[in-house]
């Protein structure tokens, strides 16, 4: 009885499914960008990084691992080669001793020893904050060039990660499961003053409340917005254990995170747990 109010008060007030209009369907996809950027005034890219080549690199090592695991690789990484040109005189075997704990090392190895030759070679030791050039160098396709253009260049860009894609799907913005494609119909949806934003808020809510498997809807402050309601938990009390980061009152991604950031920043990996690294799987980006 007690659990059955739990779940009828849990119910958003979203009305039974109707065809949505498109002129419905934008209005409500900003509702919900300005809905996250309440929940998230803090939004911000998950990786450490202090310049362009740092968070190109951080970028590609992220494939199929979490934030977190970069951000504990990246210190020793970066105080061994700081720059594109140190990084592509690396040992490739010492390269990949460093950078092991991020999985599948030898590729990610080949890869920044590639963009870092080709970065001192033909572009004078600068990353390029062009967008066709970005996608040249080898281990770089789209989604980590816009993180790179976005977050270290500011040029508008839509990031469509593993999280992005799939939030994408649910709020009925797009039913496109090809990233470029979600790209272009969410390009259409918001001006691309918001792009880079809307995509961090995004993200953030995927890794925080909209999980892949068990998205924690009765937890979810943008309920009401969202014609997936029910995907996952509902009840409340269920749905708030499953909430993860600051709204779940654990440390965040970031070794390093901006100053207002509300939740506590990440511990760096004791040699052991560096070497056993085993990434949570539901945060874990999908590779390029
Ligand atoms: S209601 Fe559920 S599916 Fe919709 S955004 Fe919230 S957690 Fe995700």
New binding site residues.
Partial sequence: MAESKVRKAAA?AVKARKPESQLAMVRRARKINRALAELYPYAHPELDFDNPFQLLVATVLSAQTTDLRVNQTTPGLFAKYPTPEDMAAAVPEELEEIIRPTGFFRNKAKSLLGLSAAIRDRYDGEVPGRLEDLVTLPGVGRKTANVVLGNAFGVPGITVDTHFGR?AR??GWTAEEDPEKVEAAVAEIFPKSEWTMLSHRVVF?GRR??HSRK???GA?P??SL???????ETDPEKARTLLKYEMGGQPGQRLRPPADYPGEAAARATAAEHEGAVPDMADVEVAE
């Fill in positions: 958003p939030l649910r709020f809510h409340i909209c998205p924690a809807c979810c943008i309920a969202c014609p997936s309601y029910g995907e996952g």
